[in-house]
């Protein structure tokens, strides 16, 4: 090679994950199995990025879920779950009814000034949102005045909030078509207008007379989602408030109402969570869906009229893929461990590889694919790749006390590529060199490495700049400060 561009990245995304041959190989298997797979290890590790690449080993989705209405319980909506071929069929049935849809200037004149397109007055077009014609300044609609006794002084205002209340989202008339009288609806559709004629009305009325439903998790969806962080609701989903109650006349029916959880769009992909253990109590209802591969939704919230919805057996078939430091082992739920260890694996990552030149050259393409990654900084030589693999030789003897090895804290090895990048963008050069990665490895320290060589050590650096009084309430101190019985913990 001359540069990293001529470093061949592979197509297979679990060919581009660098040194953890074992995970890899585990995570081809859970893809064609359907295991799940708890990988442990440092960050940067590339747990994430198995995680990715092992989605992408999955076959596209099969099944679309649906929450139906259901009209003897309204507040105990249906699931319906659609394969792909019937699914689809729907879909292309129901393109029939959505109608056409035209500029406003097209439509008749009435109905564009019923739509409040079109100004009565000057016969200005604009967006409907707007109560007063931008071409005038006067209120688009035309109200009768109703007798109003303050006069002129609120006769605009009157007029612009009747005008408001008397707008209406469609119009029925009627017009000839090949010779031929139909009748026809307009609608409003933001800055256009949807024409829907004889043919498409009698499928929509062909539609409505089915169950209503709601499509809460589509066919066409992305078979990775990513939970780190996630909430109770965001994670098992909910049932949105409805201050009217979900009054048939003035509310929103329950079903439409209905929000799917990340267990359930997960549903025939991979979920993945990060930092396991940061979930707490939370993994006892992954566990439950992972067990019965169905999880109901409800209202999650007591004092919201969705509190009374639920709907039971919504399904949540996931490969469920968590990542965790070794420290945080102990705060992930034991029967949670033991339900993916009876259908999956349990990784320990690797942290360095053996130098030798299958993985120097591993480390050339690791380069590769972080500048691709990134799409702002230049190729690199091959002295600088060197200097890279050099500096990986290094960090794995500091780090992990192991010579003859190169590091696998690749996302640190990233921030290095991309500060080395930002020098030669700075100095308007073409590609990264050595002298360049040398300059990026001061530039790229972290504040503890630049604390330990300006004062020795951490302890060093916080006597020079911290006073006694601030000492006293340095952020280890308060953390450790316990308010029940207004003690303080050493340790």
């Excluded at 060199?433 to 530039?443: D, L, N, Q, T």
Aim: glycine share 8%.
């Amino acid at each position: 090679m001359e540069t990293t561009e001529d470093v061949l990245i592979p197509p297979d995304p679990l060919n581009r994950v660098v040194g953890q041959d074992e995970a890899v190989g585990l995570a081809r298997i859970a893809a064609k199995q359907r295991r799940h797979l708890l990988l442990v290890g440092p960050p940067g590790t590339g747990k994430s990025m198995i995680a990715q690449a092992l989605a992408l080993h999955l076959s596209p989705p099969n099944e679309e879920i649906r929450v139906v209405h259901n009209p003897e319980s309204p507040e105990r909506p249906l699931v319906e779950v659609k394969g792909r071929e019937e699914a689809l069929r729907e879909v292309s049935a129901l393109k029939g009814a959505e109608g056409e849809l035209i500029d406003p200037e097209e439509v008749p004149i009435s109905v564009a000034e019923r739509l409040r397109y079109r100004c009565v007055h000057c016969g200005h077009y604009s967006p409907p949102s707007d109560a007063v014609c931008p071409g005038c300044s006067r209120p688009k609609a035309a109200v009768q005045n109703m007798g109003n006794p303050f006069g002129d002084l609120l006769s605009g205002i009157m007029e612009v909030t009747l005008g408001q209340m008397s707008q209406k989202d469609r119009v029925t008339t009627t017009r000839k078509q090949f010779g031929k009288e139909e009748v026809v609806v307009y609608e409003r559709a933001g800055e256009l207008v949807k024409v829907l004629d004889q043919k498409a009305l009698e499928k929509r009325r062909k539609i409505e007379k089915e169950s209503p439903h709601k499509v809460l998790v589509p066919l066409e969806r992305h078979p990775f989602l990513l939970a780190t962080g996630a909430s109770e609701t965001e994670l098992l989903g909910d049932v949105k408030h409805d201050p009217y109650g979900g009054h048939p006349q003035l509310g929103t029916e329950p079903y439409v109402r209905v929000v799917a959880g990340a267990i359930h769009e997960s549903h025939e992909g991979v979920l993945f969570i990060d930092e396991l253990q940061q979930l707490g109590p939370l993994q006892r209802y992954i566990l439950t869906a992972m067990q019965e591969k169905r999880f109901p939704i409800s209202g999650r919230n007591p004092q919201s009229a969705g509190a009374s919805v639920r709907v039971d057996a919504v399904p949540c078939d996931f490969i469920f893929v968590a990542a965790c430091n070794i420290q945080d082992l102990p705060y992930v739920l034991s029967p949670l461990r033991s339900r993916i260890v009876g259908s999956g694996y349990e990784v320990l990552v690797e942290t360095t590889m053996p130098d030798n030149e299958t993985n120097r050259a591993k480390m050339a393409q690791f380069v590769a694919q972080e500048i691709a990654m990134d799409r702002r900084i230049p190729h690199a030589s091959k002295e600088a790749v060197e200097a890279i693999i050099k500096e990986s030789r290094r960090r794995a003897k500091e780090q992990e006390g192991k010579s003859g090895s190169l590091t696998l804290r690749l996302r640190e090895m990233g921030g290095l590529i991309r500060s080395a990048g930002d020098l030669v963008v700075n100095e308007s050069g073409d590609r990264i060199e050595a002298s360049h990665i040398a300059r990026a490895v001061k530039i790229a320290r972290t504040v503890e490495e630049q604390i330990k060589e300006r004062y020795g050590s951490y302890e060093g650096g916080l006597s020079r700049d911290l006073t006694e009084a601030q000492r006293a309430t340095a952020p280890y101190q308060y953390w450790n400060y316990h308010e029940s019985d207004d003690e303080r913990y050493i340790g």
